[in-house]
């Protein structure tokens, strides 16, 4: 059974370039893989069974990709409990799994369901290792509203930029990880799959040489880098970008050696104590918006005796009434 690589980060955040340098040096990425397009030139490096399956279950269970809500990881947890899913996953692993020596699978969503995952790996007998990709948020953001559209408001965005990354850290602390910066990956790939190998303990990334993979060097583009770290043009309130920014901070010792320490962890983990509470009060203040959206229920349909009255004129239901009354 092959070691199983899980590359995972918040969208627009340099999974595809390194889903698609893993491919290329040794790593398989399961077929058929979704499409290259616009917004991806060089391709996704995403298997497309695992993106179908991704999105079939996030609907169902009304999550998105960026979403800001701490609860919302409460409802893709209880999917690693699911048994038809956990079939249905292991199912396709253990055909993924028989052959190569190494996969990779990819997908953004990935991160929403990181239990589900592990613990199929781990039914399977596939050992499992995890690559975050880091990405500055103000990036990140610019980059999703020129592709993905204004749908969703900056300020959701990087709320969600700081949800996924607090809770993705967190969940990942009893895994071999490797955290990698998009910046770094596009100067030097050959150090980044080196540092990246010695903390997974993977063996091809640890002996990696450049001089083996000419067309990596053709495949990572610098120009592929089109949005720079900045805040301006970004509506995002105060407070949010403020937190945004100094978790990023937070952030950037996982990507350094010897970086991963407990005082790192309790900050992170004061910073994810902290958004969760910002939201729960944005949720509350928000609450009259949230009422007035809210699809209001339908009338029943009039009954028989309604219909017939309404095709009765007006003059002539008062005569009925009248009739009625000497009845009595």
């Not at 595809?16 to 030139?41: H, K, R, W």
């Not at 996953?89 to 990181?114: H, M, N, T, Y």
């Not at 020129?146 to 990087?158: E, V």
């Not at 928000?286 to 004129?313: G, H, N, Y």
Request: charged share 30%.
């Amino acid at each position: 059974m092959s070691r199983l690589v899980l590359v995972a980060g918040v969208g627009r955040s340099g999974t595809s370039l390194m889903a698609g340098i893993l491919g290329q040096v040794g790593f398989y990425i399961p077929q058929p893989e979704i499409n290259a397009d616009e917004t991806n030139p060089r391709g996704f490096g995403e298997p497309a069974w695992v993106v179908g399956f991704h999105q079939r279950v996030m609907r169902r269970l009304r999550v998105t990709v960026f979403d800001a809500r701490p609860r919302a990881w409460e409802v893709t947890d209880a999917a690693a409990e699911d048994d038809d899913l956990r079939v249905e996953l292991r199912a396709w692993l253990k055909g993924e799994l028989d052959q190569p020596d190494a996969v990779v699978v990819k997908d953004p969503r990935i991160g929403w369901f990181l239990p589900l995952w592990t613990g199929c790996a781990r039914d399977v007998g596939a050992p499992s290792s995890f690559v975050c990709m880091m990405r500055h948020p103000a990036e990140i953001l610019a980059s999703a509203r020129k592709w993905y559209g204004d749908w969703q408001t900056d300020a959701s965005r990087a709320a969600a930029w700081l949800n996924v990354m607090l809770e993705t850290e967190r969940k990942t602390r009893e895994l071999p990880r490797a955290f990698v910066r998009y910046e770094d990956l596009l100067a030097d790939w050959e150090r980044e799959l080196r540092r990246a190998g010695a903390k997974l303990g993977d063996p091809l990334l640890m002996g990696m040489e450049r001089s083996r993979f000419p067309q990596v060097d053709e495949f990572v583009d610098p120009t592929l880098h089109r949005q720079r770290r900045g805040w301006e043009g970004l509506e995002v309130p105060d407070r949010v970008r403020d937190m945004a920014e100094r978790v990023w901070g937070e952030l950037q010792p996982l990507a350094d050696d010897g970086g991963d320490t407990a005082d790192l962890r309790a900050a992170l983990d004061s910073s994810h104590r902290e958004y969760d509470d910002l939201y729960r009060d944005a949720e509350a203040i928000a609450q009259s918006s949230v009422t007035a959206v809210k699809p209001r229920k339908k009338a029943p349909p009039p009954t028989l005796r309604v219909r017939v009255a309404r095709r009765i004129p007006p003059g002539a239901r008062k005569r009925l009434r009248r009739l009625a009354g000497r009845a009595k």
